[in-house]
């Protein structure tokens, strides 16, 4: 699953995650970016509440509880974390819009035109690279236009749906 983090500065780094068994019973996490030639494994166990990584099984660190799944903390530093697709509004669009970031095609679509939407509402699901992808909603207000249709093939780039706020 692709997954986004954009710092408070618009900075973003994207990124590919599989999750395994390892044959011990541990979890193995292997994280890649296929555009930076950048892979690396590393192994979770969970003792008691806690859970622990290792990238050679010897030496384990404890990780730190998450509550909130969209966000991280670094240092002084919040996070947003996206799985799949990122909201509108964080790749050059408009905060309403929602553009199809590469081609896939329309599987199933959450809304109508003058519904009341939230932000992280999820909108559609675009099948792109093999994978279901939830695509959400950037903002709070009123489904302005859909200009997709369910089995649709979408090129990169096409305005799917526009919100007002």
């Known amino acids: 699953m692709r997954y986004y983090i954009i710092n408070s500065d618009g900075k973003e780094v994207s990124f590919d995650l ?3 068994q390892a044959a011990d019973g541990t979890d193995q996490v292997r994280v890649s970016n296929p555009s ?19 990238k ?37 669009a408009n905060a309403g819009e929602l553009i199809a ?3 896939g095609k329309v599987i199933k679509i959450m809304t109508t035109e003058g519904a009341v939407v939230n932000e992280g509402d999820t909108l559609i699901i675009l099948e792109a690279m093999k994978m279901e992808n939830e695509i959400k909603a950037g903002i709070n207000g009123v489904v302005k ?3 997709i249709k369910e089995g649709q093939v979408l090129e990169s ?9």
């Open 101 to 103: 970031q590469m081609p």
């Open 36 to 54: 930076a030639r950048f892979s690396d494994e590393y192994f979770v166990k969970n003792l008691g509440k806690k859970k622990f990584i290792s």
């Open 18 to 20: 599989s999750f395994d």
């Open 145 to 147: 236009s859909v200009n």
């Open 56 to 92: 050679d099984k010897k030496s384990w660190r404890k990780l730190p509880e998450v509550h909130d799944k969209f966000n991280l903390v670094n240092g002084s530093e919040n996070l947003k974390v996206y799985r799949g697709f990122k909201p509108s509004g964080l790749a050059g």
């Open 157 to 165: 780039g096409h305005l799917m749906i526009e919100i007002e706020e």
